[in-house]
Nanobody, 127 residues
Framework: QVQLVESGGGSVQAGGSLRLSCAAS??????????MAWFRQAPGKEREGVAA???????TYASSVKGRFSVSRDNAKFTLSLQMDGLKPEDTGMYYC???????????????????WGQGTQVTVSS
């Protein structure tokens, strides 16, 4: 079983930055074989993919955050990070860390492709 715990959310003004972190409670070999991602959900909206990172570090971003957000992972520390710069009010929402099943390669950055989820951390951007 994979447990994911997010941290780093908060409230910032537009144009500001935040760094989110996700700690995974898994073994070393287990974590390094999983695809990891960040999702977010605004009130009244569906959960959407923000960024994903493959075991070898290859990244994918939603078009709305490309150039502003950067996802990274540390396979030695079992952590996932999301650096968010140039934040906009529309970035407001609950941010979730997600993991694929071990050795499963998600086809897209969609909710149904990821099996394990954290509880989320709130990000609020004011104008």
């Amino acid at each position: 079983q994979v447990q994911l715990v997010e941290s780093g959310g908060g409230s910032v003004q537009a144009g500001g930055s935040l760094r989110l972190s996700c700690a995974a409670s898994v073994s070393a070999n287990d974590y390094s074989s999983r695809y990891m991602a960040w999702f977010r959900q605004a009130p009244g909206k569906e959960r959407e993919g923000v960024a994903a990172i493959e075991p070898d570090g290859l990244t994918t971003y939603a078009s709305s955050v490309k150039g502003r957000f950067s996802v990274s992972r540390d396979n030695a520390k079992f952590t996932l990070s999301l650096q968010m710069d140039g934040l906009k009010p529309e970035d407001t929402g609950m941010y979730y860390c997600a993991s694929s099943s071990q050795l499963y390669r998600p086809k897209t950055l969609r909710v149904e492709e990821y099996r394990h989820w954290g509880q989320g951390t709130q990000v609020t951007v004011s104008s």
